[in-house]
């Protein structure tokens, strides 16, 4: 296993997240998982080296936090553990959202379901339009201040909330983001636009989730669908993805694992742990040969060819103002001097 710090804290988390959305449930493309599956994978993945786990309060009712913590058992201590709050878990009009009324119960609620005294990365869900950030940093301030979290996290956070959040952290003394959760793929890399380059400028950790786009970038599907009705993607288009697009992407990933003797998903993870800022990527699975095969993600080593085929299908095309910012970004340094930096902006081609 390969391991990374998280952000600028002292704490080295796996380069490989267990996520658990998997875990629980009764319907559905997702997973529903037992108990004993559950525990079976999670046995897997800490003899495999994986210390870090995803999870949140709102996954199946609460019953993927339930799972885990069953699961985790004595070897609770060995894992930096991550959960999330704000979306809705109950039918309250306070039952949702980043108040520190919510806050505060939420977590009591989920120390008790993961049977632990403390979460070790807790993370916003999304943003909250309506709570002030100072009023959500302020509760999240109390929680590590009494021992219950060790780091505070944001998911699905645009730039400027993180700016403006860290911010806040920073003039009031709270506690400040360690990382920021967010969707990053080979078919869907919005996130360098202006998320990766706030993370590297404020220090943060990336934590990638749906790196596969769903199961889509798995090697099961292609312009005629997939032969897996089972498969997750069949049933739930989401994330969304640019269907002119994806499947140029997913021949160059066939194409390069062939070479490789890889799997199209190893290749994508491949890519993934190799971009910038990226701390790990949050692996879901429903069976044990899925987790394996998502290991072996890490004897992949991608030559300067095969990232330059795969930039090629998933590049971003150009956006105001990356393209004007970075325009003869060169001509910035003096004359003779190596600029290896972009042409036009993070993730773009030239126009």
Not at 88 to 107: C, E, F, W, Y
Not at 138 to 163: E, H, M, P, T
Not at 191 to 219: F, K, M, N, T, Y
Request: aromatic content about 8%; hydrophobic content about 40%.
């Amino acid at each position: 296993m390969q391991y990374a710090q998280l952000g600028k804290t002292g704490t080295f988390v796996s380069r490989l997240c267990l996520g658990t959305m998997t875990f629980g449930g009764v319907s559905g493309p997702i997973g529903n998982l037992p108990l004993r599956e559950v525990e079976a994978i999670v046995g897997a993945a800490r003899d495999a080296g994986i210390n870090f786990i995803d999870t949140a309060d709102v996954y199946n009712g609460g019953e993927s936090e339930a799972l885990l913590g069953e699961a985790l058992g004595p070897h609770r201590d060995e894992f930096v553990l991550a959960t999330k709050v704000s979306s809705r878990t109950g039918k309250g009009p306070n039952d949702v959202g980043q108040s520190r009324i919510h806050i505060m119960q939420a977590l009591e609620a989920s120390l008790r379901r993961l049977k632990t005294d403390h979460i070790d990365l807790y993370q916003l869900h999304n943003f909250d339009r309506l709570t002030p950030m100072e009023e959500m940093l302020g509760a999240f301030d109390s929680a590590l201040r009494q021992g219950k979290v060790r780091y505070i996290g944001c998911s699905n956070y645009a730039a400027w909330q993180i700016a403006k959040a860290i911010g806040l952290s920073e003039r009031d003394r709270l506690a400040r983001f360690v990382s920021v959760q967010a969707y990053y793929s080979l078919a869907g890399r919005d996130a360098e636009r202006e998320i990766v380059p706030a993370a590297i400028d404020h220090g943060l950790g990336v934590l990638c989730w749906s790196p596969l786009a769903g199961g889509l970038l798995s090697g099961k599907f292609d312009r005629d669908g997939t032969a897996d009705g089972g498969a997750r993607r069949a049933s739930l288009q989401f994330p969304p993805v640019d269907e002119d697009k994806v499947f140029g992407i997913i021949d160059a990933l066939k194409a390069v694992a062939a070479e490789r003797n890889a799997t199209p998903a190893q290749v994508a993870l491949a890519w993934l742990l190799g971009r910038p800022a990226v701390t790990s990527v949050i692996i879901g699975v429903k069976r044990l040969d899925q987790l394996q095969d998502n290991l072996g993600t890490l004897a992949v080593t991608l030559a300067e060819g095969d990232l330059a085929r795969l930039d090629a299908a998933s590049r971003l095309p150009p956006s105001y103002p990356g393209w004007i910012q970075s325009y003869r970004a060169s001509s910035r340094f003096p004359s003779g001097h190596a600029y290896d930096g972009p042409s036009w902006g993070p993730g773009e081609a030239p126009v």
